[in-house]
């Protein structure tokens, strides 16, 4: 059984930087390519950031491009997003999620899509305020 967890979100303010981890376990981690998801209240959820297997190859949202940085630690089973410049915008819950088969297209395409077939987290919460 795939199980998926993240932590380290948390209330900072505007500007602030946090790191998100995940851990993955149930499956081959080195594997798969991972990626972050986000939901803000009232919005639906949306992919920001993916990585490659081997993290050679990396996927942006615009809103996050250039703020945020994925990256993946295959030995520790680990997936990270650093977040930097927070802003209002990013308060959301932040979701690690897991291919649940192969994916053949494009990185970004995968990232692009919401598919509740693939293994999600709990979520952690990322607050910004003032």
């Known amino acids: 059984q795939v199980q998926v967890a993240e932590s380290g979100g948390g209330l900072v303010q505007v500007g602030w930087s946090l790191r998100l981890s995940c851990t993955a376990s149930?499956?081959?981690?080195?594997?798969?390519?991972m990626g972050w998801f986000r939901q803000a209240p009232g919005k639906e959820r949306e992919g920001i950031s993916c990585?490659?297997?081997?993290?050679?190859?990396?996927y942006y949202a615009a809103s996050v491009k250039g703020r945020y940085t994925i990256s993946r630690h295959n030995a520790k089973n680990t997936l990270y997003l650093e977040l930097t410049s927070l802003k209002h915008v990013d308060t959301a819950t932040y979701y690690c999620v897991v291919p649940s088969s192969t994916y053949a297209g494009q990185l970004g395409s995968w990232c692009r899509e919401v598919n509740d077939d693939n293994h999600w987290g709990q979520g952690t919460q990322v607050t910004v305020s003032s």
């Open positions: 149930g499956l081959s981690f080195g594997y798969w390519h």
């Open positions: 990585i490659s297997i081997i993290g050679d190859r990396t």
